[in-house]
Each structure stands twice: as C-alpha cells, then as structure tokens.
C-alpha cells in the first residue's frame, strides 16, 4: 500500500478552477464509490472546501495510483485532463503525512491560524468512515490530524487576533466604508459561513441584518440569533435596495446574481455604494456585476490581502506549529511500524515462546533425571498448550485488523502483550514502512539521477 494526494488549492488554481472540481455533500457517497471501485484504490477521504479540493487515497504498491486519480478527477468533472493537471499538486509517502497536519493546523490555508478547516477536515473523514471508505491507515492518519489540530490550537497562538475568511469579509467592507456603524447588511444563504460573518459584521458595527435563503424558516433562524429581519426569496432584489452590503454564500452550482439583477436594486439608492463579497465556490455573483457603477464586487480570491497585518505573528507562531507536526509525523511512524499485524503476531509468539522456555529451563532443573523421550513429552507439552491459548486470538486479531477501527485490536493486543516497550521487530515492519512512505522507490530514484550509492544511504536514512 502507498500513501498517495492529489490536489488543487487557492494556491495552484483561481476560482473559476476551483468551482469546477467542488465535490458537495450530497454527491460524496457517489465520489467515493467511484474512486474504490478503481482498482488501484483501497482507501479514499475527498476533503472538497472553497479554497481547495484534494483526494487523499491509499493506492496499491506499484501502480500508478496518482494518474488514476486525475482520471477519476477528469471524468467525474468532465475536465480535460492535461488541461486539468496544470493547476494539480502531488505527494506521496509521509509527504502525504506532512501535508494533511499542515492543512489541519491551517498552516495551508489562505489566512494562517483560521479555524474552519479543522471541521472541515473531520467532515471529509466521516463521509469517508460512513461510506466504508476509511480502512485502518486512513483512520488512524486522520483522526491523528485531529489530534495536531487540537494540539495546534492550545499550544501556540495561531488563532489569535481571528482572521478568517468571513473576518476578512468585514475588513474589507470597513475598507470601502469608513464606518460600518448604522449599515445595513443582507446576508443571502444562511449556512455557517454566512453565521461567522454576520457574527463579525454586528460586532463591527452594523445595526440591521436581513437575511435571504430559499429556506425561508432557516433564514428565520439565522435572523433571529442578529436581531434581524428574515425575507423571503423572492424579495431577494426588492429588499436590496436598503442594503449598504450583501454578503453571498450559497451552495447554488450557477449564479444567484447577475448584472440585471442588481442594476434593477440600485435604481433609487441615489448613487450611495453597494458593497458586494461572494464568498461561494462556485460563485453566487455573476462578475458582470463590477461593470455597475457604485457598485463593488469581490470574491473570495480577492480576500487573500485583507489581513496582511495580521500575518507576521501568525508566522511566528506556525514556526511552533511545524514543531508540533514534527513530533506528530515521528508518533504516527512509530504507529505504522507497530501495527503491521503479521508482525504484531509473530512478536507475541516470540514472547510467549520466550516465556515457555525460560520458565521450562527453571522447572527441568527442580525435576532433574528425566529421560530424553521424557524431557520431549515436557517440551512437546508446553509447546502445544502455548500455541491453543495463542491460535484463537492471534487468529481472530488477523481476521479485524482489516476493518475499520481494526487498528485498535492491535493496539490493544500489543499493550496487553507488552510489546511496545520492545525495541525489537523494527526491521520486520520496515516493509509497510518503505510502502507506504515510499522510500525505497524515491532513494533508487534519486541515486539513478545522481549515480552515487551515497546518495541512497542518506536518502534512506532521512
């Protein structure tokens, strides 16, 4: 098996990329079907967000599990393929490791420290865990990331001063207005996103709140929790005319707004400003919409430079957030050396055959004078009641190590049997090691690019 990532993010891709590889909730159960039923996939997560969209995926030993993905990613979408590996990045082995604890400790994210990304991570994973596509590694892997992402949190001051994307959404609206005290905000889509900012533009200033989703009873929700006015959906344009700012964020799949739409609401505004963000992917505004006059239309990519000021601290603190990953990648290594099953077995019967002989050595003595035929019954003995009490469990562990939350039968097995203390075994497991984080493959690469055998015992060993 091999840990493999293909992906895209804010940082190889624009929008107009991005909104085209988005996997909804809703259609994960179809993605992730597709994916195993390639044959070069075993395990799949698709963590699918507004700044990026990455298929992590345990992929069989020596196939090419990366390409198999772009097609997936290509056919699923209807994208040209070379066109598409364009904007697409690639890890594999504890590269894969390195980059999901990045991601989870939002040390990847458009602005360092938000905090989103953390559930949304764990979302990815319990539709890969509900759709039977999370086996042991990917179990293990990413609700270890949780753990990273947790430890990052309370551990460093990454999260300080907030600047989130919907954050971000308020600075720059304080940027077009002097003031936002006495503004009036309509918030078209009453998800999370569209919460968090209406949370900050309220704090900030704002004195009413309208909210717009063609759920008219959750809009009510949303408006409640503000002091503000649901509309209904309808409304949506007549009801614009009183806003100073509209913030956007839908899981519509084509535009809400157009040009049209919003030239109709300015009729009567008198010239005063119209300040749009559409924070959706895909996007809810048509950009035509920036062609108006006084009016000013931005999308999340337009957000990335809004918290600049921010980001100086930020970046101390991720220099101790890399630490933490550090220590995370050692543990989670540790973990994958352990947990090959075959050898879980074999080192409780070596220890149990460890035991049998020195405590056989100690009772040969006290009896003293037995015959050669005798001293083979006793050994013949022990041995045979050694191996029943060891056949069923060690059969019945080989049997769930395969399943999901399997892993943990080995982690129980071996802190029952005592083997974590053990520094043997090591060489045994480098096998799932040199697999899964394919460093043989890439030390044979790199010494055939160099031509030196030194360079394949340093590659070895880093």
């Known amino acids: ?136 590694i990917f179990n293990k892997l990413f609700r270890q990331s949780f753990e990273v992402g947790k430890r990052v949190r309370s551990e460093t001051d990454i999260g300080e001063n907030a600047v989130s994307i919907s954050y971000a959404a308020v600075e720059l609206a304080k940027k077009v207005f002097d003031s936002l005290d006495g503004r009036t905000v309509l918030i078209l889509g009453a998800g999370k996103m569209s919460e968090l900012t209406a949370k900050h533009l309220v704090s900030n200033g704002v004195k009413t709140v309208l909210v717009a989703n063609r759920t008219y009873e959750r809009a009510q929700e949303l408006a409640c929790r503000f002091c503000g006015l649901a509309i209904r959906y309808d409304e949506l344009f007549e009801r614009m005319r009183e806003a100073d700012i509209v913030i956007s964020s839908t899981a519509a799949t084509s535009y809400v707004v157009t040009k049209d739409d919003v030239a109709a609401a300015r009729k009567g505004r008198r010239g005063q400003p119209l300040f749009l963000i559409d924070i959706a992917v895909p996007r809810d505004i048509d950009p035509d919409v920036n062609q108006l006059d006084d009016v000013f239309l931005y999308d999340i990519d337009d957000l990335s430079g809004v918290v600049e000021s921010n980001l100086e601290e930020r970046m101390r603190e991720a220099r101790r957030a890399e630490e933490i990953i550090g220590e995370e990648m050692a543990a989670f290594e540790r973990w994958i050396e352990s947990m090959e099953v075959v050898p879980t077995v074999a080192a409780i019967r070596a220890k149990a055959e460890q035991v049998r002989s020195a405590e056989l050595e100690k009772a040969l003595k006290r009896l003293g004078g037995l015959s050669e035929k005798e001293l083979k019954t006793v050994d013949a003995l022990t041995t045979s009641i050694v191996n029943k009490m060891l056949h069923g469990p060690t059969a019945r562990l080989k049997m769930v190590a395969g399943e999901k939350d399997g892993y943990t039968y080995v982690e129980a097995a071996r802190f029952l049997y005592g083997l974590d203390s053990n520094p043997e075994g090591k060489a045994a497991h480098a096998g799932l090691i040199r697999s899964l984080f394919g460093r043989a493959e890439r030390a044979a690469e790199r010494a055939a690019d160099k031509g030196t055998q030194s360079e394949m015992g340093d590659t070895i060993g880093c």
């Open 1 to 136: 098996m091999h840990l493999t990532l293909v992906g895209l993010s804010h940082k190889t891709a624009p929008v107009e990329i991005r909104e085209k590889l988005t996997f909804p909730a809703h259609r994960q159960e179809e993605a992730l079907s597709l994916l195993l039923s390639t044959p070069e996939v075993a395990e799949a997560v698709v963590l699918s967000t507004c700044n990026r969209t990455e298929i992590y995926a345990v992929t069989a030993a020596g196939t090419d599990g990366s390409g198999a993905v772009v097609d997936f990613l290509a056919d699923y979408h209807d994208l040209d393929r070379h066109e598409l590996v364009r904007y697409l990045y690639f890890s594999e082995g504890e590269a894969v490791v390195r980059h999901l604890f990045r991601v989870v400790a939002s040390l990847d994210s458009m602005v360092i420290g938000e905090a989103q990304i953390l559930g949304q991570v764990k979302e990815a994973y319990e539709h890969a865990f509900a759709n039977d596509s999370a086996g042991r």
